[in-house]
């Protein structure tokens, strides 16, 4: 378990196709962070040689369901612990997490408390077409249209009550993911400049 008080994490979520990943980027890049996108994490451990996980993994993926808490947990904090022990990074974008309340109360007693949620809003209409256009080339096996599908479900019935518990908490900063990418990343800045004000104070 780490002290909320050393280790920031801020949960960033948002349909799939909402730009996460590519704002996560952005903030890596200005603000220092430490990116750990669920996916990601998941999707390396699937191609992992020897992984007693791989098959259940690209089954979760292909169906866009949500791939067991316990092994993205232990992927994350392992992560975690990496960045801490070799770079002394302590400050978190934890992208694509949680998408189930159970991830989120085990992650918050576990592992760390967040700081707050970025949510990035945005229309299914823009999600699906922004997915199939990044299909074209992303060589993902859940970027077609019935994944896509899958993905959004998964999205309004078990993510999205992770939103609104947050938001009853009032932990929740919401974007508007409808705009380009840069109009996106100036609303982004303006939150994270706040924020991260108010935690240096
Ligand atoms: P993403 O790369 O964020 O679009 O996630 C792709 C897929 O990975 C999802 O549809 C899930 O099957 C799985 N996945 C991503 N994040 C999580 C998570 N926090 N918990 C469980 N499964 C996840």
């Given at each position: 378990m780490f002290d909320h008080n050393d280790v920031f994490v801020i949960f960033v979520l948002g349909g799939?196709?909402?730009?996460k990943g590519t704002q996560c980027a952005n903030i890596k890049n200005d603000y220092g962070f430490v990116h750990l996108s669920a996916g990601d994490l998941l999707r390396e451990e699937q191609q992992?040689?020897?992984?007693?996980?791989k098959e259940l993994i690209q089954t979760c993926i292909r169906e866009g369901k949500i791939v067991p808490m316990e092994v993205t947990i232990a992927l994350l904090e392992k992560s975690m612990q990496e960045a801490i022990d070799t770079d002394?990074?302590?400050?978190?974008?934890?992208?694509?997490?949680?998408?189930k309340m159970d991830q989120a109360i085990k992650f918050e007693k576990m592992v760390v408390e967040s700081q707050f949620t970025l949510y990035f809003e945005c229309s299914e209409e823009t999600l699906v077409t922004r997915l199939l256009k990044r299909g074209e080339s992303s060589?993902?096996?859940?970027?077609n249209i019935e994944s896509i599908k899958k993905r959004f479900q998964t999205f309004k019935d078990t993510s999205f009550p992770v939103i609104e518990y947050y938001e009853e908490k009032s932990k929740v900063r919401k974007i508007?993911?409808?705009?380009?990418r840069e109009s996106v990343y100036i609303d982004v800045q303006k939150i994270l400049d706040i924020s991260l004000q108010r935690s240096d104070a």
């Amino acid at each position: 378990m780490f002290d909320h008080n050393d280790v920031f994490v801020i949960f960033v979520l948002g349909g799939p196709g909402s730009g996460k990943g590519t704002q996560c980027a952005n903030i890596k890049n200005d603000y220092g962070f430490v990116h750990l996108s669920a996916g990601d994490l998941l999707r390396e451990e699937q191609q992992r040689e020897g992984s007693e996980f791989k098959e259940l993994i690209q089954t979760c993926i292909r169906e866009g369901k949500i791939v067991p808490m316990e092994v993205t947990i232990a992927l994350l904090e392992k992560s975690m612990q990496e960045a801490i022990d070799t770079d002394g990074k302590k400050r978190f974008l934890v992208d694509g997490f949680p998408r189930k309340m159970d991830q989120a109360i085990k992650f918050e007693k576990m592992v760390v408390e967040s700081q707050f949620t970025l949510y990035f809003e945005c229309s299914e209409e823009t999600l699906v077409t922004r997915l199939l256009k990044r299909g074209e080339s992303s060589g993902r096996i859940d970027d077609n249209i019935e994944s896509i599908k899958k993905r959004f479900q998964t999205f309004k019935d078990t993510s999205f009550p992770v939103i609104e518990y947050y938001e009853e908490k009032s932990k929740v900063r919401k974007i508007n993911a409808e705009q380009d990418r840069e109009s996106v990343y100036i609303d982004v800045q303006k939150i994270l400049d706040i924020s991260l004000q108010r935690s240096d104070a």
